[in-house]
């Protein structure tokens, strides 16, 4: 399972991520994440679990719970929805050839 961790304090590390959740079974990976221009934490991370059964025990025990004295919040990891990505300015008015709501004046 993929835990997401979210209200991490900025000086909660990796490894003090994964001891949190190893108490409560084995810890394939556990990552904070990082903002990439200055490598402070984003404030949140994410955990894997292989065992279900292990995983959904540390989500109920340490949901609501304090960890670098901030309580943080745990739930299952969602996929991250896909959105359409539209190039160039996406919006309906492109160019010099819109003049919103000037009716039909197109001088400047």
Do not use: C, H
């Amino acid at each position: 399972m993929d835990i997401y961790v979210g209200n991490l304090a900025y000086a909660t590390t990796d490894e003090g991520l994964r001891a949190a959740f190893a108490a409560y079974g084995e810890v394939t990976s556990a990552r904070v994440v990082k903002d990439r221009m200055t490598e402070r934490s984003k404030g949140f991370g994410f955990v894997e679990m292989p065992d279900q059964a292990q995983a959904q025990a540390a989500v109920d025990a340490l949901n609501g719970s304090e960890l670098d004295g901030r309580p943080i919040r745990v739930n299952e990891s969602q996929p991250k929805p896909r959105t359409e990505r539209r190039g160039g300015f996406g919006g309906p008015r492109r160019g010099r050839g819109d003049r919103g709501d000037r009716g039909g004046d197109t001088r400047w």
